[in-house]
């Protein structure tokens, strides 16, 4: 069997936000999105984001590398928590992992 590897997010974490994720979109009128934001990296500098994730069997530092890790990275995780998730950008510009709400099918939005 592979090694799992999730770098520098904490399943533990992870699962107290989607908690609260759910909580609130339980709680709230229905904004139309499909993700909800629960982190967000404040960043989308490649190198910024291979630091704060801990990537660092990254082997190039390129958009479509990373694009491809962070695929793959939140496959993973998707998968450990049982919940649908994705990174993508924020309104801001930063890198964010949201939650899928819905059944979106599992994407990056990660633009160079």
């Known amino acids: 069997m592979e090694d799992v590897k999730i770098y520098g997010l ?4 992870l699962k107290y936000q989607i908690d609260l ?3 609130k979109l339980n709680n709230d009128e229905p904004s ?3 993700r909800y934001l629960l982190e967000s990296y404040h960043t989308s500098d490649i190198d910024d984001i291979i630091d704060i994730l801990e990537l660092y069997d990254l082997e190039g530092h390129t958009s479509s590398l990373l694009k491809e890790k962070l695929e793959e990275l939140s496959y993973t995780i998707s998968i450990l928590i049982g919940e649908k998730m994705t990174f993508g950008l924020t309104d801001e510009g930063h890198l964010g992992l949201y939650l899928l709400a819905h059944d979106e099918a ?3 939005v990660f633009n160079s």
């Not at 904490?10 to 974490?13: G, I, K, Q």
């Open 32 to 34: 139309g999105s499909e």
């Open 106 to 108: 599992l994407t990056v």
């Open 21 to 23: 994720a759910k909580e």
């Open 10 to 13: 904490c399943l533990e974490r």
